[in-house]
């Protein structure tokens, strides 16, 4: 297994651009989510899913955009980049959010400057 | 609202000494769930540890142990005898049953160096 894989590792925007970091995970897992890490502030949540075709939002939803057309994939859409969003972006998955609750699997992360 | 407060933002200790590093939560639930994370240098975020609110036993593996004391709200994890592969941001993080995990909350993280 893969395990959570994302791409790209690495990320410079310029203001207002749009972009999409793709995240994918093979153990069939439910449940998926997006953080951002920011220095100081630990992991916020984004954007997060229950299921294919299922989202909802987290703590930090403006400017991202989620979609789950499949229980692999889970892609995070930045609708026009600001500086705001220059962070280090995790993906994870878990087998589900019922109990008892399991431990998430994360992704090796995108690092992305907007400038 | 739930919280986590990890008021060590960063620790030295040198090899081969003991290391506790704190982790106080705050929730009004009386079900839940904490979790202790790893991020080394290389980014990587690895699960260490679950606990469930009512499982206040400590747990021990290898060097790594966790006290939950449910009377302080805390989840204190120590290392002994660490090492330089010790070194890392360690994450204390609480989700709230009744929403599951989509309410995990991170603790700001505490950055342990191991000095050689």
């Known amino acids: 297994n893969a395990g959570v894989t994302q791409t790209p590792k690495f990320q410079v925007l310029k203001t207002g651009q749009s972009m999409t970091l793709q995240c994918a995970q093979d153990m069939n897992h439910e449940y998926m989510s997006w953080y951002r890490q920011d220095p100081g502030m630990g992991l916020r949540l984004i954007h997060y899913s229950v299921g294919a075709g299922i989202t909802d939002q987290g703590e930090v939803p403006n400017g991202y955009n989620v979609s789950r057309s499949t229980t692999e994939d889970f892609p995070l859409r930045l609708l026009s980049a600001a500086p705001s969003q220059t962070s280090v972006y995790f993906c994870?998955?878990?087998?589900?959010?019922?109990?008892?609750?399991?431990?998430?699997?994360f992704g090796p992360g995108t690092r992305l400057t907007v400038t | 609202a739930q919280k986590v407060t990890q008021a060590q933002t960063e620790i030295s200790v040198v090899e081969k000494e003991d290391v506790t590093l704190d982790c106080v939560y705050e929730?009004?639930?009386?079900?839940?769930?904490l979790f202790w994370y790893k991020q080394p240098p290389s980014g990587e975020l690895v699960f260490l540890i679950r606990?469930?609110?009512?499982?206040?036993q400590n747990e021990i593996s290898g060097r790594y142990s966790w006290n939950f004391q449910k009377s302080t709200s805390s989840f204190n994890f120590t290392i002994t005898a660490s090492q330089v592969v010790d070194s890392a941001v360690y994450f204390c993080a609480l989700s709230e049953v009744g929403f599951g995990n989509e309410k995990l909350t991170f603790g700001t993280g505490t950055r342990l160096t191991i000095i050689p």
């Open positions: 929730t009004r639930d009386t079900t839940y769930y």
């Open positions: 994870a998955s878990s087998p589900s959010d019922r109990l008892p609750l399991a431990e998430q699997y």
């Open positions: 606990r469930n609110s009512f499982d206040e």
